[in-house]
Nanobody, 116 residues
C-alpha cells in the first residue's frame, strides 16, 4: 500500500527557513490533489497548501507570500518551502494525497518547531 514519508522538520529560529519533503514509493496513478496540512497541540488540523491536478497552488492565508508548494514528478516527491517562519508555524506537518476514487494517503508527519 501507499506510504508517504515526510522529512525536513526540526528546530528553526523565527525568521528562518525550512524545506519539507514528502516522498512516495513510486508514481501513484489517479492523484487529483497533493497538499500539506499541519496540526499544533490543542488545535485542529489545517490545510496549509495544496496543488490540484490541472490547476494551480492554493495557500492558507497565513502561508501566502511565505510558503511555496511544489512537486517533482520524476522523483515522486512533494515539497513545501517555508520562509520567514513564525512561532505560530510550529506544528506537525503532514503531506496528503487525494485519489480520484476518494482514497486518501497520509504521511506520519514531521515536526517543525519555530523558537529562539
Amino acid at each position: 500500500q501507499v506510504q508517504l514519508v515526510e522529512s525536513g522538520g526540526g528546530l528553526v529560529q523565527p525568521g528562518g527557513f525550512r524545506k519539507l519533503s514528502c516522498a512516495a514509493p513510486g508514481s501513484i496513478p489517479g492523484i487529483v490533489a497533493m497538499g500539506w496540512y499541519r496540526q499544533a497541540p490543542g488545535k485542529q488540523r489545517e490545510l496549509v497548501a495544496r496543488i490540484i491536478s490541472g490547476g494551480g497552488p492554493n495557500y492558507e492565508d497565513s502561508a501566502k507570500g511565505r510558503f511555496t508548494i511544489s512537486k517533482d514528478n520524476a522523483q515522486n516527491t512533494l515539497y513545501l518551502q517555508m520562509n520567514s517562519l513564525k512561532p505560530e508555524d510550529t506544528a506537525v506537518y503532514y503531506c496528503h494525497y487525494l485519489h480520484l476514487l476518494g482514497m486518501e494517503y497520509w504521511g506520519k508527519g514531521t515536526l517543525v518547531t519555530v523558537s529562539s
